[in-house]
């Protein structure tokens, strides 16, 4: 009798420390999970927030090629870099049937009514034509790859070289008129791919 509680008793202090030592392994694991859920969380609000931001900067880049900035540059290359970085909330609701019926207006515009139809609508325009038609490879392969991410990278280093030779260099081109808004917006253009990019290869 004293032989089997004897062995009870020691079976009981196994299975404790075997379950103390599950429960502390579990704890282990809960909060590394929480700590890779928490980086994960921050590298992909910090990707979001960049591409917004990049995508507002493209735009307002557009905008003011057209009305008051009148450069040299190849400006037209913001087309390709809205297409590529715009927000798949946007992207989506541009591609259906909302896309579809301003792409058809402005071809009915451009078509019929030249005269009325404003130089500075003729980005925008191309950008919601090449939005609708562009094939599913080019819109959801490229565009959320890689490669798309990349072509983003060198649009807007060839657009901040651009821009700096134009302004006679670095300081020049923060010290003209609107030089720290476009300046400041041209960066913002180079920090969301390679911010992706680092995402990317880490």
Partial sequence: MGRMEFLKMKTDGVNEELLESDLNELATAARKLAKHAVSLGGVGI???ILKWLATI???YLLILDRTNWRTN??????????FFSLPAVIFSFLRGQVGRWIAFIAVILRLFFPRHFPDWLEMPGSLILILVVAPSFFASTLRDGIVGVIICLIIGAY?????????GGF???FTQSHGISNTLGIIVLLVYPLWRLVVYFI
């Avoid at 540059?73 to 809205?82: A, H, Q, R």
């Avoid at 657009?159 to 302004?167: G, K, M, P, V, Y």
């Fill in 159 to 167: 657009l901040l070289q651009e821009h700096i030779r134009a302004s």
């Fill in 171 to 173: 300081r020049n081109s």
């Fill in 73 to 82: 540059m190849l400006t037209s290359l913001l087309v390709p870099y809205i």
């Fill in 46 to 48: 910090g990707t979001s």
């Fill in 57 to 59: 900067a493209a735009i």
